[in-house]
């Protein structure tokens, strides 16, 4: 498969605490994105990462990319209820035209 | 608020009755893409317009067709839907091609009877 794959494939955590998913993937990127996707809903765009960064961060959301490895992680601190959804980290490649999501974190989080 | 407008939100259809699925976006983009999505699944990227020039995925069945009329709307046709096309279908657009942020619509949930 070209999609990326994401561990873990699901994950429980309290309110408060961090959660952190990792996504793995095979080819050369320009970029990797993270969505985020509620039951039943489309996906929305969180953060973006170029191939050139190593960390970044957005509100409560901290991405570190390592192109050597081919994996990227997204943390989450202090995790709210509201943060419950599926995770999924997408791989871009100007060379290729490809725009591929990894197999996705279901993130739950207990109040 | 620049959006991607999918109707109908949920559509029953039966086994083999060729259905319609449309997206509609005010952003302006250039590209737009139909993605199949089953349950606890990846979305899957059936094909993509880059404006006018349709691009298919190799493994998208040929049972599924889109067209583009415009900049702003695309359909999705499913001409003869089974069982296994029971999904979320999403539409997403972009600016441009492969690294550019996607812009997703809320979905069509099909079922199939």
């Known amino acids: 498969s070209q999609q990326g794959e994401e561990d873990p494939q699901a994950l429980s955590i309290q309110e408060g605490e961090n959660a952190t998913m990792n996504c793995s993937y095979k080819?050369?990127?320009?970029?990797l994105q993270w969505y985020r996707q509620n039951s039943g809903r489309g996906l929305v765009h969180l953060i973006l990462?170029?191939?050139?960064?190593r960390e970044k961060h957005s509100g409560r959301l901290r991405v570190t990319l390592d192109t050597s490895k081919k994996s990227s992680s997204l943390l989450i601190t202090a995790s709210r209820a509201a943060d419950t959804a599926s995770y999924f980290c997408?791989?871009?490649?100007?060379?290729?035209?490809?725009?591929?999501f990894g197999t996705g974190t279901s993130l739950t989080v207990i109040p | 608020d620049a959006m991607v407008i999918q109707n109908p939100r949920y559509q029953v259809t039966q086994f083999g009755k060729p259905v319609t699925l449309s997206c509609s976006q005010t952003?302006?983009?250039?590209?737009m893409y139909w993605y199949q999505q089953k349950s606890s699944q990846a979305p899957k990227l059936l094909f993509h317009?880059?404006?006018?020039?349709?691009?298919n995925e190799a493994d998208t069945p040929d049972n599924f067709q889109s067209r583009r009329p415009n900049t702003s709307f695309c359909f999705l046709d499913i001409r003869s839907p089974g069982l296994g096309d029971a999904a979320m279908y999403l539409c997403?657009?972009?600016?441009?091609?492969?690294?550019?942020?996607?812009?997703f619509g809320p979905g069509t949930r099909l079922t199939v009877l």
């Open positions: 997403a657009t972009s600016r441009v091609r492969g690294t550019d942020t996607q812009y």
């Open positions: 317009y880059y404006d006018k020039d349709f691009n």
């Open positions: 952003l302006n983009h250039n590209v």
């Open positions: 080819t050369s990127i320009n970029n």
């Open positions: 990462i170029r191939s050139n960064e």
């Open positions: 997408a791989t871009g490649s100007r060379l290729s035209n490809q725009f591929y």
